[in-house]
């Protein structure tokens, strides 16, 4: 497989999240980035939260993404596939419908506007109410306990610590953005595949079908792992879907 392959974290992650995949695809001979969104920002948790973190935006990590999708085909000649986990599922949604890659591979994705069940929606309803009324955080800071259950619940117990110390700051606009930020599918004009964990309960894997099911129309896959929550590239097992979409890959792009 020739083409480069971007690797897109998710909320309140770096890109170092990424290691275990990236060296199942290097093992493979291909030229892997797994770039920090806006690092000098999204500050450590042992630290305040920067103030410049109050106006980052959705849009902000788009445009510095398509910068470093010019510097990757710049650098290697060729159009990059994308790999995104959620907030970074939704962030390669976005550069699939504006064309930018060469193919997408969504791993338990924020869904965008339109999509979701009846308590998804009630929920992002609520958070956007408390936004409203300037309730909620501009600078958002994942807490251990909350993530316990509903992010490190297939983790093994002795690396949910680890998993949280390497947090960062995320914005609190950008977190509200993701339930309202449309893609028009008809625009799609890559493989894409969408990948659903049983196991998650952030992102429910009913969303992510949901998801998937918007992609069908444009010829998206779609991939479930039974055994696995949110954070599945670091999971017990997480070497089967890291090889399975190597392999997907592999077989839609160049």
Known sequence: MQTPVVMLHGMSCTGAVWSGFKSVFESHGVRVYTPTLRPDV??????PPHPELRGIGLEHYVADLERELDRVEEETGLRPAVIGHSMGGLLAQVLAERGRIAAGVFITPAA????????TRLFWLALTAMY?????????????????????????ADARQAA?????????????????WPIDESKIHVPVLTVAASQDRLIPAAVVRQVARKYESVGGDFLE????GHWLYAEPGWEKPASDIYTWLAAHTP
Do not use: I
């Open 112 to 119: 965008p506007a339109g999509v979701g069940t009846f308590q």
């Open 132 to 156: 409203s009324l300037r309730l909620g955080p501009w600078a958002f800071r994942p807490k251990r306990r909350s993530l316990e259950r509903s992010v490190f619940n297939a983790l093994p």
């Open 164 to 180: 949280h110390a390497a947090m960062v700051y995320e914005s609190g606009r950008a977190f509200r953005q993701l339930a309202r």
């Open 225 to 228: 792992y039974r055994d696995h």
């Open 42 to 47: 999204r500050l450590s948790l042992s630290e």
